[in-house]
């Protein structure tokens, strides 16, 4: 059991985790050769992530009874995307070609097939896994591990009422799928930071990405201009505007799905989140064939940068290092199904002779969803955050349905 936190206001909270990020962008930007040396190892992000998590581990913050989590999910996430999509270029996006939709479906399979798989090998030394019933059994967990890594959250919430998931193994199984997924996203944004390396090693053909970094580089300078108050105002007022008409939208539209279509929960629609999600990429999508779009030269996906990592750090604090050790079988099931995932995608990835980017952004848009797949996007270059974003839609819209399948070969398998 947790001991009460040595900081709970949320103000603090908030404000410590600021100066956290403050000192992250500060070093991974100094000029010293130490701290150069240092981030060329380590990406800045993810100490965005593992920082705040110590603050959590050893007690100085407590993650699970903060509600940072839930406003910057709610209000930040949703104002973030629209900022992110607004200078969407979508023609470039498709001009990206088919790899990137091919690795992301590999991705899909990867967890598909990986978490019954995981489940077959672990129980062949620990036969006390299958053949229970109820709703602590194994395999009911798994089912809400699949449903966060091919989607998200909204989905994870689903597979879990649908297959009557109990609140402990649930519980258990968040560790595993916070901690796996970080590890991995870990092991992507390092490779990101050795992209061309690792391409001009496969022979990958780059030059789809090298011509949409181009073209939004080119679109940025052209309207480019330092933002006084009013553009901040207007920038604001577009993100938070949306995300105000999204949960309006979600408010309304969840409970109609609810009772008129009970059997598409499935498809995370009676999923409020689920809807808020759509409809803020939806209209950031749809303002960038408007003049909204010129807002991207006064800062707009900087501006949702910020947002996206505030996001970043208080999910960082959800984290607790320990909870490995309170479950090491799931972890280790957790483990092999992750090892799978990744190892279809790097083969897949070279057979097809596919950039790293389509190969880790593609992953990322199943395994982290909305919140993560701009980062590993805006890792190989910050213009490149929009493709994240579409991919980790499709990862929604496929998510539980996907989900749900995998469900079914877990119970069989168990």
Aim: glycine fraction near 8%.
């Amino acid at each position: 059991m947790q001991h009460q936190a040595l900081i709970t206001n949320d103000a603090s909270v908030l404000g410590l985790l600021a100066i956290l990020l403050g000192l992250v962008f500060y070093t991974a930007n100094s000029s010293n050769a130490n701290w150069q040396k240092f981030y060329s190892i380590v990406p800045a992000v993810l100490l965005c992530y593992f920082l705040p998590s110590l603050l959590n581990t050893f007690g100085i913050i407590n993650g699970e009874e903060s509600n940072l989590y839930f406003v910057a999910s709610r209000y930040l996430l949703p104002t973030c995307l629209v900022l992110l999509t607004l200078s969407v270029d979508l023609k470039s996006i498709s001009g990206l070609g088919p790899k990137a939709i091919i690795l992301f479906f590999t991705g899909t399979a990867g967890i598909v097939i990986g978490g019954p798989l995981a489940l077959l090998i672990v129980s062949s030394f620990r036969p006390d896994l299958l053949g229970v019933e109820g709703p602590e059994a194994v395999w009911r967990g798994l089912t809400t591990v699949a449903g966060s890594w091919i989607g998200g959250g909204a989905n994870q919430a689903a597979m879990k009422e649908i297959y009557g998931a109990g609140d402990k193994i649930f519980s258990a199984m968040i560790t595993v799928d916070v901690i796996v997924a970080n590890l991995w996203m870990a092991v992507l944004l390092i490779m990101a930071s050795n992209a061309k390396q690792i391409d001009a090693k496969s022979g990958a053909d780059t030059s789809a990405i090298t011509r949409l970094k181009e073209k939004v580089e080119t679109f940025q300078t052209e309207h480019a201009r330092i933002p006084v108050l009013n553009d901040l105002m207007i920038i604001l007022a577009v993100g938070l505007g949306v995300t105000g008409f999204a949960h309006i939208f979600a408010d309304n539209i969840t409970p109609y799905m609810v009772e008129n279509f009970p059997n598409l929960d499935r498809l995370s629609f009676h999923s409020k989140f689920f809807w808020m999600i759509i409809f803020s990429t939806s209209v950031g999508i749809a303002l960038s064939f408007t003049p909204l779009r010129k807002l991207e030269g006064v800062g707009a996906s900087r501006v949702g940068s910020a947002m996206l990592y505030i996001l970043i750090v208080s999910i960082g604090m959800k984290m607790d290092i320990t909870m490995i050790f309170d479950a090491p079988i799931y972890f280790v099931i957790g483990m092999i199904w992750m090892l799978f995932h990744a190892g279809l995608m790097l083969f897949v990835a070279k057979l097809i002779k596919a950039p790293l980017f389509y190969m880790a952004v593609g992953s990322q848009a199943n395994v982290g969803g909305a919140a993560s797949a701009p980062i590993v996007a805006s890792a190989f270059h910050p213009s490149l955050a929009p493709v994240g974003v579409l991919l980790a839609v499709l990862g929604y819209t496929v998510g539980t349905v996907m989900a749900w399948f995998c469900g079914q070969i877990l119970q069989v398998v168990a």
